[in-house]
T-cell receptor, first 111, second 114 residues
Framework: GEDVEQSLFLSVREGDSSVINCTYTDSSSTYLYWYKQEPGAGLQLLTYIFSNMDMKQDQRLTVLLNKKDKHLSLRIADTQTGDSAIYFCAENLSNDYKLSFGAGTTVTVRA | NAGVTQTPKFQVLKTGQSMTLQCAQDMNHNSMYWYRQDPGMGLRLIYYSASEGTTDKGEVPNGYNVSRLNKREFSLRLESAAPSQTSVYFC?????????????FGPGTRLTVT
């Protein structure tokens, strides 16, 4: 089973902001990642954050990390229909090259 | 630059049949991985290869075998397919022990076992 937990579904109106949340359990995780999976495709790395950072911004994407609570979030500003996808949170386990993935959050963007 | 490629894209097997899923990467990565994706369960690691010549079990290795043929190629074999192995299989690769450990994924193989 996963050590990374995410809510399974999120519905958002086009143009609004989306916030996808994730909790992880390995306090020694060095990196945390967000991947996007579009229908019928593989996973695409969106962004990652190093564990000594609180925030990382990349265009419409903002990642927030709360190490004390082991909470990671991904905010997508001005959500578009092309943002409809499954979003996976993942952690790097104790500086090992293996990643542990959450179950994924299905984001549906409605007009 | 193709990245990570997988063949076939789709496959239907009967229970007890065998098959090999192929994966290749052209990014000169050291590490390669096989995952399965099932609804509501995220990705589970089947096997991985930290470097050419080594393979290790992941979270769900039973019923599978792997071969790291060379640095580019990592295959996954189902010796006697079972309906429980119906899933989407993803291959991934990464540089290896490095600063950020990110993995790059292939498009997946959708396998149905009847």
């Amino acid at each position: 089973g996963e050590d990374v937990e995410q809510s399974l579904f999120l519905s958002v109106r086009e143009g609004d902001s989306s916030v996808i949340n994730c909790t992880y359990t390995d306090s020694s995780s060095t990196y945390l990642y967000w991947y996007k999976q579009e229908p019928g495709a593989g996973l695409q790395l969106l962004t990652y954050i190093f564990s000594n950072m609180d925030m990382k911004q990349d265009q419409r994407l903002t990642v927030l990390l709360n190490k004390k609570d082991k909470h990671l979030s991904l905010r997508i500003a001005d959500t578009q229909t092309g943002d409809s996808a499954i979003y996976f949170c993942a952690e790097n386990l104790s500086n090992d090259y293996k990643l542990s993935f959450g179950a994924g959050t299905t984001v549906t963007v409605r007009a | 630059n193709a990245g990570v490629t997988q063949t076939p894209k789709f496959q239907v097997l009967k229970t007890g049949q065998s098959m090999t899923l192929q994966c290749a990467q052209d990014m000169n990565h050291n590490s390669m991985y096989w995952y399965r994706q099932d609804p509501g369960m995220g990705l589970r690691l089947i096997y991985y290869s930290a470097s050419e010549g080594t393979t290790d079990k992941g979270e769900v290795p039973n019923g599978y075998n792997v071969s790291r043929l060379n640095k580019r190629e990592f295959s996954l074999r189902l010796e006697s397919a079972a309906p429980s192995q119906t899933s989407v299989y993803f291959c991934a690769s990464s540089v290896g022990r490095t600063n950020s450990y990110e993995q790059y994924f292939g498009p997946g193989t959708r396998l149905t076992v009847t």
